[in-house]
């Protein structure tokens, strides 16, 4: 990783708050609205209990949290993003869907987590963890903070294996994504840097081998929508 896209994703909430305004709209409009589907994923591989405290990192505009809930194993959940006018709109979403009984969403570092050791049952990232400038680092965060039982789930972009999907999509993800949502974010350059760190990143069975030095069982990886984006869950002992 070149030393300037690593100084970008320390600060990266700083752009994120830039494009807070537009970030949902070009979230449905970019992903042809299939990233609904893939955050269902989280509730469709929740662990077997009742009563789940969960805590959801980059939490941005609250999605995840807002997805959570919909499931009645889902007690509450902490939704942290360094990012105000990221969470400022998740705020307003929470209270519109009337689950601020259930959702709490703060300002906070999601690498250096302020959550008490063995504290929470599941840990959610979706589009977080690539922003971060250690995610090995953040791996062991995560597993301190998780009960004994507890799970991470880590949603992040992927790139397709099959040639022809592949050829198509970096078109697509090289110059179009990049080109549109510039345009329309009003920024120079969100859309390419979004471009940049997902090239950048260790995904795949490389992610999967941190999670397991990360003390994690079971680490295992599902590809969605022929490997664009990819669930990671993994288990403490
Ligand atoms: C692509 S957005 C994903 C938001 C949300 N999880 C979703 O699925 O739509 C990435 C988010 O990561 C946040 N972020 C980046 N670095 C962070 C950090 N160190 N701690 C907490 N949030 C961070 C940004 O502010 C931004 O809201």
Request: glycine share 8%; hydrophobic share 40%.
């Amino acid at each position: 990783m070149t030393s300037a896209l690593q100084g970008r994703k320390k600060e990266s909430w700083k752009l994120f708050d830039e494009i807070a305004g537009t970030y949902d709209l070009l979230n449905k409009l970019l992903s042809c609205g299939v990233d609904i589907y893939w955050r269902r994923k989280f509730i469709q591989n929740l662990p077997i209990k009742q009563n789940l405290l969960a805590l959801d990192l980059a939490t941005g505009t609250g999605d995840v949290p807002l997805v959570l809930v919909k499931s009645k194993r889902i007690s509450k959940v902490t939704g942290i993003d360094l990012s105000r006018g990221m969470v400022e709109i998740g705020k307003k979403k929470v209270v519109k869907a009337n689950k601020q009984d259930q959702i709490t969403l703060e300002i906070g570092d999601g690498c250096n987590l302020e959550a008490a050791d063995e504290s929470v049952d599941i840990v959610t990232i979706s589009f977080g963890i690539r922003n971060f400038p250690d995610p090995q680092r953040s791996l062991r965060e995560i597993y301190r903070v998780l009960k004994p039982g507890g799970r991470v789930m880590i949603m992040e972009f992927g790139v397709p294996k099959s040639k022809i999907v592949n050829a198509v999509y970096m078109f697509y993800f090289r110059h179009l994504l990049p080109f549109v949502g510039n345009l329309l974010s009003n920024h120079s350059d969100a859309y390419t840097y979004l471009n940049e760190t997902v090239e950048d990143f260790a995904y795949g069975a490389v992610f999967t081998s941190w999670m397991k030095e990360a003390g994690f069982k079971n680490a295992t990886f599902q590809e969605l929508t022929f490997g664009i984006s990819n669930l990671y869950i993994g288990d403490k002992k």
